[in-house]
């Protein structure tokens, strides 16, 4: 089925003519719904975070003239098709909505997230660059607040480290050498492995290495998947499948979850969120493990990928943008906001202010007491990176193309399914009607 989705220089331009129109009349509302003093404006909000219910309680305590009421949604793609259904038809989208950071350019482009930059205000300054660039797309919009974010981090087993006489790796030279020197000691161990079906996983590792995969300028996208930085990423796993010293398996099945348990597994390549899969599938090894910075490729220019993370944002259907916008500035950036996401809703907050609320050690790693000035180090070095409005159909490009390479075990295959996600995105993105150059 063909989509639908608006080229998105097309949804900028019509909200430049709609605020340069505003400017202009003599009406200068924002096209909310006129409120009297004292009444009480009631927003929904869809999420999947954990406990959300409880974190806006304390918002509803403070502001008692602005009530938001959370709705539970299942996360991800679900919760996207789901707005996008009700943009289509009309009515039926909630005022806010949690966004993963790839789905914005999705969202803009079908014209179902607003323009809060003039609502939210100055709020730049409270965010790494990496995670305000998702929200502006290159622009002077502002199609959402950060919420969370997932910078990579690297997990390894202290204890195989001091066996072996390893210091955790600075580089991936250094990795590799790690990887080499482990496998040889024990054929069943790995540094870690290689997974085709974690797309997120390796956009994270080629952000690191300086990529961004979309890119928009005007009217006209470009797709940067098979270019260098990424080759270099391909080009580096596909060599250490091949030599057998890391492993070939995905992630997230019950054979990786029970590699991490029993020492098969004695690294893992990660994000912040990271401690609490740990806890969840390897309960006999904790006090055995820590968190260290990723590897890099240029030690004297330390950068990072992001893996995961989403915003808070206000949909074009919502008849009180304002008071939306309010609430999420409160949600993201408060204090009081910033620790009920940290302690109740259990995600690592965007804001740059998130230390204060960060004051232990997840629970798993309760034996490295910088864990979070570790991450909040990860978050800062972080580069940008520009999703596009067909993240999904790059994926699921991805998941077929690396699981051939990754059975095939030769590292030719790496960069052929490199090349394969290229043509596959930009076949798809033309098909449906951007202008993609070149």
């Known amino acids: 089925m063909k989509r639908t989705f608006l080229p998105l220089a097309g949804v900028l331009a019509a909200a430049l003519m709609m605020t340069t129109a505003a400017c202009s009349s003599d009406d200068d509302s924002s096209g909310d719904t006129a409120t009297k003093p004292g009444e ?43 707005l996008l259904t009700a943009i289509k038809a009309g009515s039926g989208a909630p005022d806010v909505m949690q966004a993963e950071y790839q789905k914005v350019p999705t969202l803009v482009s079908a014209d179902a997230l607003a323009d809060i930059s003039k609502e939210a205000g100055s709020l730049k300054a409270k965010f790494p660059d990496s995670a305000w660039n998702a929200m502006t797309l290159g622009s002077e919009a502002l199609y959402g607040v950060p919420q969370d974010s997932g910078p990579m981090m690297f997990y390894y087993r202290t204890d195989i480290f001091e066996k072996l006489g390893l210091q955790p790796p600075k580089t991936w030279d250094d990795y590799a050498a790690a990887a080499r020197k482990i496998h040889t000691a024990n054929k069943k161990q790995y540094l870690g492995t290689f997974s085709a079906n974690d797309p997120g996983w390796f956009a994270g590792l080629s952000q690191q290495a300086g990529a961004s995969w979309w890119g928009v300028n005007g009217d ?29 398996k995905p992630m997230y099945t019950p054979e990786w979850n029970a590699a991490l348990n029993d020492g098969t597994q004695v690294g893992w390549l990660s994000s912040v969120w990271g401690p609490g899969v740990l806890e ?17 490729w240029d030690a004297a220019s330390p950068k990072n990928g992001n893996w995961g993370g989403s915003a808070t944002s206000v949909t074009t ?11 999420i500035a409160w949600m993201n950036t408060d204090p009081a906001g910033i620790k009920a996401l940290a302690q109740t809703a259990n995600v690592y907050p965007a804001s740059v202010d998130s230390a204060a609320a960060l004051t232990q050690p997840p629970a798993f790693l309760s034996n490295q007491s910088d864990f979070y000035s570790v991450a909040a180090e990860a978050a800062k070095i972080t580069n940008p990176f520009t999703y596009g409005p067909n993240v999904n159909v790059a994926y699921s490009s991805y998941n ?15 960069a052929t ?13 033309k098909n449906t009607g951007f202008k993609v150059a070149g």
Do not use: C, R
């Open 40 to 82: 009480k404006v009631e927003l929904t909000y869809w999420t999947w975070a954990p406990n959300m219910d409880k974190v806006v309680e304390g918002w509803n305590s403070a502001h008692p003239d602005i009530h938001v009421t959370v709705n539970k949604q299942d996360g991800g793609d679900p919760a996207v098709t789901k």
């Open 220 to 248: 006209t996208w470009s797709v940067a998947i098979d270019e260098t930085n990424t080759q270099k990423v391909a080009s580096y796993w596909g060599g250490l499948v091949q030599e057998g010293v890391v492993d070939n």
């Open 280 to 296: 969840g599938n390897a309960a006999s090894t904790k006090g055995k493990w820590k968190a260290t910075l990723l590897p890099q």
């Open 317 to 327: 259907q919502s008849k009180h943008k304002a008071q939306a916008a309010q609430f």
């Open 400 to 414: 077929d193309a690396f699981g051939k390479a990754a059975t095939s075990k030769q590292a030719k295959d790496f």
């Open 417 to 429: 399914a490199l090349a394969a996600m290229q043509k596959t995105t930009v076949d798809d993105m």
